[in-house]
């Protein structure tokens, strides 16, 4: 995951150079979010998801702002502190209730979160959640979804494990 930091870098330069917002956005939004999974010192990674979050805040873009809401949230949480975001407008609001791609983005930040802490229950839930909604969901590329399925792939097991062996 580190190595791919680098590349989504160059691609958000090269995409403000070109004056293309959205391919930005979108290299600026996973680059950002690949920082929780890369290793990278929370700290460090909890500015630059906040950086991206702000550049989406800036340009109006609600979509991509809401969903970079949900790494910063579990870096926060990852760090001890458990600050919910703040949204200023009900369209936001409304895109984070209904709008598939995000609630998905939600329910796998969310088991992910869970499982980190072994959270039999919620892990559980918002795998289920996720694996429910994802099919609906056109949003997830080819890419997103392996990375998705691997990560749920691993919850999945645990819980399996678990609801065999007890909680």
Not at 13 to 29: C, H, R, T, V
Not at 31 to 57: C, D, P, R, T, Y
Not at 65 to 91: C, H, N, T, W
Not at 108 to 118: D, G, N, Q
């Amino acid at each position: 995951f580190q190595a791919t930091l680098e590349y989504h870098n160059e691609g958000y330069a090269a995409a403000m150079a070109s004056g293309d917002i959205i391919q930005a956005a979108i290299n600026i939004l996973i680059g950002g979010s690949m920082f929780l999974f890369a290793g990278v010192n929370l700290q460090i990674a909890l500015e630059k998801v906040s950086e991206s979050s702000n550049f989406m805040h800036e340009r109006k873009m609600s979509i991509y702002f809401i969903q970079s809401q949900y790494p910063r949230q579990i870096m926060l949480k990852l760090i001890g502190k458990d600050e919910k975001p703040k949204y200023d407008s009900a369209v936001e609001e409304n895109i984070r209730v209904t709008n598939n791609s995000v609630m998905m983005t939600y329910y796998f930040l969310k088991a992910y979160i869970s499982f980190i802490f072994r959270s039999y229950d919620d892990t559980k839930h918002y795998t289920e959640k996720y694996l429910g909604g994802v099919v609906k969901t056109w949003a997830h590329l080819l890419v997103q979804h392996a990375f998705h399925a691997f990560y749920i792939g691993l919850n999945a097991f645990w819980l399996a494990r678990m609801s065999t062996e007890g909680k």
